[in-house]
């Protein structure tokens, strides 16, 4: 015995059918596990965010790195 006993989770089982009704418990789950899928797919389109960031930030700092080149070489077109 302990609480992990089959006994146990039968009473737990029977008091949320009483308490929320049977209906409710099958929307209670596919909302959960709607959530859990949204979570997933907010965690994943997050990891790829910063990849175009970064690589628009590179060629933002080649193009001052070009233009401070080009400045260097023709001093007198300020």
Excluded at 1 to 15: A, C, E, S
Excluded at 21 to 43: N, P, T, W, Y
């Amino acid at each position: 015995m302990g609480v992990f006993d089959w006994k146990h989770w039968l009473v737990v089982l029977v008091v949320a059918v009483l308490l929320f009704g049977g209906k409710r418990l099958k929307h209670l789950g596919a909302d959960l596990g709607e959530s859990i899928k949204g979570f997933r797919r907010s965690v994943n389109s997050e990891d790829d965010v910063p990849a175009p960031a970064v690589a628009s930030a590179r060629v933002e700092g080649e193009a001052r790195e070009a233009q401070h080149a080009a400045r260097e070489e023709h001093p007198g077109n300020r």
